[in-house]
Nanobody
Framework: QVQLVESGGGLVQTGGSLRLSCAASGRTFSNYIMGWFRQAPGKEREFVAS????????DSADSVKGRFTISRGNAKNTVYLEMNSLKLEDTAVYYCAAGRMAKKYDYWGQGTQVTVSS
């Protein structure tokens, strides 16, 4: 089992920045591909970004490219999502996830709310 706890969400104005963190425990963190997802009210959960086990490879959704950056610190068992130039449409609950295979996530956090206001 892997336990994931997100933090860092909050209320921010358009154009602002936030940094989300996800602390993992339970298994060897570096064995897992990590991802961030989000779900806005009335919408399906969508992929935001992912990062390889070593941190050497990342992927992100077109909607956040150039604004969001995913990173990880394996020594701290933590994955981060740096969010810049936030837009109203970034408002959502953000979840981190862990998986042993690409695009197959086995463990999920409880989510952290990000609200962008004008």
């Amino acid at each position: 089992q892997v336990q994931l706890v997100e933090s860092g969400g909050g209320l921010v104005q358009t154009g602002g920045s936030l940094r989300l963190s996800c602390a993992a425990s339970g298994r060897t963190f570096s064995n897992y591909i990590m991802g961030w997802f989000r779900q806005a009210p009335g919408k399906e959960r969508e992929f935001v970004a992912s990062i390889s086990r070593s941190g050497g490879s990342t992927d992100s959704a077109d909607s956040v490219k150039g604004r969001f950056t995913i990173s990880r610190g394996n020594a701290k068992n933590t994955v981060y999502l740096e969010m810049n130039s936030l837009k109203l449409e970034d408002t959502a609950v953000y979840y981190c996830a862990a998986g042993r295979m690409a695009k197959k996530y086995d463990y999920w956090g409880q989510g952290t709310q990000v609200t962008v206001s004008s």
